[in-house]
């Protein structure tokens, strides 16, 4: 146990190590100073001309919001198109896979689009090599730059200059790919290839093995989708078993190369935030309190796993290693715990097990993280998410000293408050609402919602902790993007397609759109230098106020579900 | 609106054909260089291929050593876990009868050694590993079915055993197709 979390240690050491010259980097990109890959300039202007525009003009906010939601908009009525006639497609299709329902064609195509990557289809079965490459991988792609593209345009406006532009998001957008996520999936890929990863057009193959039995093995492009889907912070895997398939995942090297291009980029990012503004000691806050946050959530979910199912020691036999349901012997419980903490507060989602067979508390530390997901969080996104906790405690603390509120040097205005609260509390009030209502429904169909065929965990009673937490765990993915789920959830249904896809959609553009207002008018106001009245942002105790105004906005949404979901079910030990 | 709309389909193109044709051709023609040519390593015996290196199998005779339970009965084309719930009473029951089934197949073992990887479910469905002693405590039985030496077949899993990476990263597993070949090939 000691070697394995010497090991992981060190893996996250690795991470904070590459995150920091990456960070850099990010900013030498966005603020257009000379960087590593300058070379490519003379294709990316040839990339623009196509395009058909002028990467030097710079757009107005409204422009800018206008240009996110149009591009949107495109690409889901494609993605939706071409799911739902995936099986007319003659180009690599060679497992005669069936076209997508409706509402699994919107569901996906909203999941992938908004960066949540929830599956509610099985990619071996469900989606053919031309879907998974055009579709879903092609989103992963221009979702992340989405998402790292208004993170950069948020930051952009909170510079201490006064201005009126966040910049041109179709550049932004093209550098996002071309710099920074294109290069970064190729080396990857390439590592993984060599690692045992498949990255292969050919079809299934048919075997007899050892013991006689004819069996199916599923491939195909692999190694190409992984490195964007945790780089983008996505998490769709190209399997059903998403990264706990072998073929996905074959052992300790590529695990250890997944997580740390999980890792990479949302770290990036607040270093890249602390460079950019040229406020290295806010970022250095900023980072310890993701890093202490995310350690809080994730070192209860270690502990909780590797002391194991107390129902299976109950039955008498050697639960040393951990509890091993839904779980990989390659990986073992604590490095399989440890990547499940790290994919709940960066809302990535892949899983390398299956969370619905973890443990009961570890279920209220999964909810937890998804439920703030600014500790890290996703590419751009997480730290717009923080900013609005940020909002929110210098507001508190400004009312506490008898201040106006500021922040860097703006004063922030009624109209932003107003807008950061209803940010806020927006997301709870969706996913608290959306389980309420199946919850409903499942407490009024008769035999507890047999007929549903939606609770995979029935219990023999009538209390449904277990089965209350796998509903409510779906909508706070949906809602956080995250995407990974409680998988005994028969989530491929009409209701639950159609209601996630709400979530997600909403989930995802009211932030952005808050966000990105809220930024819009700090950088239209006049800079304030500091004076010996004004509260700092930039120092401990303010990361302090922050972090318990965090505890207080969480324990006051959060907890009164997580009480009669996965509280409940460990204090009774019941499902 | 309408401004945004030829630019966003023309970038829509032109990052589609970017991002979804031209990286994965080039990855895939970078993947012929390595070890199964991007298809996937096969392991041979007997003259032919019987399986995947990295995709498990089921192994269910007493003279084979046998691979974790699966949710999908190692159906390669359709990876899941059992999803079930840790308290689940329907789950505890399966995981009891695999808890009877073993010590009917292996009487000389003592329930408190079973390893619970033996008794439960991968999260692909298709793990290809077991611990150590997970093998190890098979070899009683095997030794019997097969009229091996129990000491014979301890040394065959030690010489089986992959060791964690660098020292530092995961434990030590072993490969249960590649050991149940060499045991074929033990006479």
């Given at each position: 146990m000691r070697s394995e979390l010497i090991g992981l240690a060190l893996l996250f050491g690795a991470a904070v190590g590459l995150s920091i010259l990456v960070g850099r980097y990010l900013s030498r990109v966005f603020g257009c100073?000379?960087?590593?890959?300058?070379?490519?300039a003379p294709a990316e202007r040839v990339l623009f001309r196509l395009i058909g525009v002028d990467p030097g003009v710079s757009m107005r906010w409204p422009q800018y919001l206008g240009a996110v939601a149009v591009t949107s908009v495109v690409w889901l009525v494609l993605a939706v198109v071409l799911l739902m006639t995936q099986a007319q497609i003659p180009v690599w299709n060679q497992q005669n896979i069936p076209s997508m329902e409706w509402t699994l064609a919107l569901n996906t195509a909203i999941s992938f689009l908004t960066s949540t990557n929830l599956q509610h289809y099985s990619g071996e079965t469900g989606a053919t090599y031309f879907s998974q490459m055009v579709v879903l991988m092609f989103l992963q792609f221009v979702s992340a730059a989405t998402s790292l593209t208004v993170g950069v345009a948020l930051v952009r406006s909170l510079r201490s200059q006064t201005g009126n532009s966040p910049g041109n998001f179709y550049a932004d957008l093209v550098r996002s790919i071309t710099r920074v996520l294109l290069p970064l999936s190729l080396l990857v890929a390439i590592g993984l290839v060599f690692a045992g990863v498949p990255m292969t057009f050919a079809p299934y193959d048919s075997i007899k093995t050892l013991q006689g039995d004819l069996v199916s093995v599923a491939r195909g492009p692999v190694a190409a989708m992984l490195p964007i889907k945790h780089l983008g912070s996505n998490?769709?895997?190209?399997?059903?078993?998403?990264?706990?398939?072998p073929f996905e995942n074959p052992g300790m090297a590529t695990y250890c190369l997944h997580l740390i291009t999980v890792f990479l980029l949302p770290m990036a990012f607040v270093c890249f935030v602390g460079y950019y503004l040229n406020r290295r000691k806010l970022g250095v806050i900023i980072f310890t309190l993701m890093t202490g946050c995310w350690l809080l959530l994730t070192i209860p979910i270690m502990q909780q796993e590797w002391a194991g199912n107390p129902a299976i020691s109950a039955l008498g036999i050697d639960q040393s290693a951990g509890?091993?349901?839904?779980?990989e012997m390659r990986f073992g419980t604590l490095a399989s715990a440890f990547w499940c903490g790290v994919n709940i507060v960066i809302p990535a989602g892949a899983l390398t097990s299956m969370h619905d067979s973890y443990t009961s508390l570890s279920g209220l530390f999964m909810l937890l993280g998804m439920q703030v997901d600014a500790f890290y969080g996703g590419v751009g996104t997480g730290f717009m998410y923080l900013f609005l906790y940020i909002i929110i405690a210098v507001f508190i603390g400004s009312l506490m000293i008898g201040r106006t509120p500021e922040l860097l040097g703006k004063k922030v205005g009624q109209t932003d408050i107003q807008l950061a609260t209803g940010v806020i509390v927006a997301q709870p009030l969706l996913y608290l609402g959306l389980t309420a209502v199946a919850a409903l429904i499942v407490n009024q169909?008769?035999?507890?919602?047999?007929?549903?065929?939606?609770?995979?965990?029935?219990?023999?009673?009538?209390?449904h902790y277990h089965g209350f937490t796998t509903m409510l765990y779906e909508y706070v993915s949906s809602v956080a993007g995250?995407?990974?789920?409680?998988?005994?959830?028969?989530?491929?249904?009409p209701f639950w397609n159609l209601t996630t896809a709400l979530a997600m959609l909403l989930g995802r553009f009211i932030p952005i759109v808050g966000t990105l207002l809220i930024g819009a008018s700090l950088y239209r106001k006049p800079f304030v230098p500091d004076s010996s009245g004004t509260l700092p942002t930039e120092s401990y105790t303010f990361g302090a106020l922050l972090f318990i105004v965090i505890v207080i906005i969480g324990a006051l949404c959060f907890f009164p579900a997580l009480a009669i979901g996965p509280i409940a079910e460990y204090l009774t030990g019941a499902t | 609106m309408k401004t945004n709309l030829i630019p966003a389909i023309r970038l829509t193109v032109v990052m589609l054909i970017l991002t979804s044709v031209i990286y994965p051709l080039v990855v895939a023609g970078i993947a012929k260089l390595a070890p199964g040519g991007g298809k996937g390593v096969t392991v041979e015996a007997k003259g032919r291929v019987v399986g995947y290196a990295l995709i498990g199998q089921k192994f269910t005779e007493d003279r084979y050593f046998n691979s974790r339970p699966s949710a999908v009965e190692y159906n390669a084309a359709g990876s899941a876990g059992?999803?079930?719930?840790?308290?689940?009473p329907d789950y505890l029951k399966t995981v009891q009868a695999r808890i009877d089934t073993f010590m009917v197949h292996n009487p000389s073992v003592k329930k408190a050694d079973i390893p619970a990887e033996l008794v439960t479910a991968s999260g692909s469905g298709l793990d290809p590993d077991l611990s150590p002693d997970a093998a190890k405590i098979q070899v009683a039985r095997i030794a019997k079915a097969r009229g091996l030496s129990a000491d014979r077949l301890n040394q065959l899993v030690e010489e089986h055993t992959k060791g964690p990476l660098l020292g530092v990263f995961g434990h030590s597993t072993v490969n249960v197709l590649k050991l149940n070949v060499a045991l074929d090939q033990l006479k």
């Open positions: 100073e000379r960087s590593l890959f300058d070379w490519l998490g769709g895997g190209f399997f059903g078993a998403n990264t706990a398939h509890s091993l349901e839904g779980k169909t008769p035999d507890d919602g047999a007929a549903l065929g939606w609770l995979g965990n029935r219990p023999t009673g009538p209390d995250n995407g990974s789920g409680f998988e005994g959830l028969g989530d491929n249904t | 059992s999803n079930k719930g840790p308290s689940n």
